[in-house]
């Protein structure tokens, strides 16, 4: 009975045994033309018996490097490729530098606080204001996609003010909202004035009404974080 402590070591063990005895094999051939032929057809079944090796980009060469390691880079046959050296194979890898620069904020990711730190060289108006408003929208989209929770215009003009340095305008989006909310009251007043003049008045003091609040909490918002 034989053991697997008393065969020879397997190169690759992927391969199984019997692959490995025909390596073996292989260098036993002293027909140099032979010895070629049969390396082929070994290169071949290693490469049917290990499919997902296609997947990767010059798979045979692969294959090949591998019946050199197998042989323990004592096969002396003709091949397609480089032959590898042993050396080669056992050098470590460099280090790589890992980056060290900060991110701010880091579900905006590196490359939007380097667009708008570069923004500063930016001279144009337009550009700038295009930049500006096109910025905004992906670090609001970013920032959704990262949080589950609603987030203000204003955190994101602060962000973004932030990030470019003070360089981009400020996007006040407590002014809009309000514009915005008190054109839309005043249509409805004057809406309701031209059907029931009566309620006139109490409709214009909702209107002053609300947009005193709104005042109110964009002037407290400041105070409240302090």
Known sequence: MEYNTARSIMGMRE???????????????????????????????????NPQLKNIEDYRHKLWTHLFVMSDFMLDVDSPYDIPKPEA??????IMDYPSSSIKYGHYGK?????????????????????????????????????????ENNVIAENLKEL????????????IGIVIGATGAILLTINSFHTDSSSFKGDLF????????ALYLIAAKPLMAK
């Open 15 to 49: 391969y199984g045994r019997h692959v490995q005895r025909m390596v073996d094999h292989l260098m036993t051939i002293e027909d140099r033309d032979k010895r070629k032929e049969q390396a082929h057809i070994v290169v071949e079944l290693m490469g049917f018996l």
């Open 89 to 94: 194979l056992n050098e470590k890898p460099s």
């Open 111 to 151: 490359y939007t606080q380097a667009i708008l730190e570069a923004s500063r060289e930016t001279t144009d108006p337009k550009e700038k204001e295009y930049l500006k408003t096109s910025m905004a929208n992906f670090m609001k989209k970013q920032y959704l996609s990262h949080n589950n929770d609603a987030v």
């Open 164 to 175: 470019s340095k003070e360089e981009q305008v400020e996007i006040s989006g407590g002014i």
């Open 206 to 213: 909702l209107v002053i009404n609300s947009f005193s609040y």
